[in-house]
């Protein structure tokens, strides 16, 4: 689950909550959902029924936003889904985790010393570390690419598309 979907399955948004989700994007989702013929608020029960706040493989286990520490479902809310300071301070070394929601020019892995981020070249296999943080947020969102992550076994590749590709 993301922030948007967070905003959305709120039952009630305080005015500066909403007044955050209109800054970060609620009218451009409105106008995705319109432009598919679609209507946003007919997803919340699909949403309420399947969005997780984590997601866990045997290798690596995903969230939106951010972890402090292992395992996720010992983190709140706000560092899951909302956090912008997990990445940029780099000091997550658990398990290998895959977030999103801070926009990097390419996708990087954050040792969670402080100090080593590793900028992953896409469209190449790379051994999957154990520990840390890997970005693949891209800015899709802002005009920058798509990118996803691709596992196999222990290894993994980054493929991205521009917004403009189909």
Sequence with gaps: MGNHEDYLLQPHLSPRMRMVWEKVGRSATVKSFEAAGESM??????????????WKSEFFQCVHAGIKIDPPEVNDLQTLVHDHGIV???RYAGPLTVTGHIALEHAAWFAGDGATVLEVEEDTL????????LCI??????????TAMIAEGREYRLISADKEQP
Excluded at 41 to 54: A, E, K
């Design 137 to 146: 947020d891209t800015g899709c969102g802002k005009g920058g690419r798509l």
């Design 41 to 54: 608020t007919d997803t919340i029960p699909w949403l309420r029924d399947h969005v997780r706040l984590f």
């Design 126 to 133: 790379h051994p999957m570390p154990e520990k840390g943080v």
């Design 88 to 90: 940029p301070e780099n």
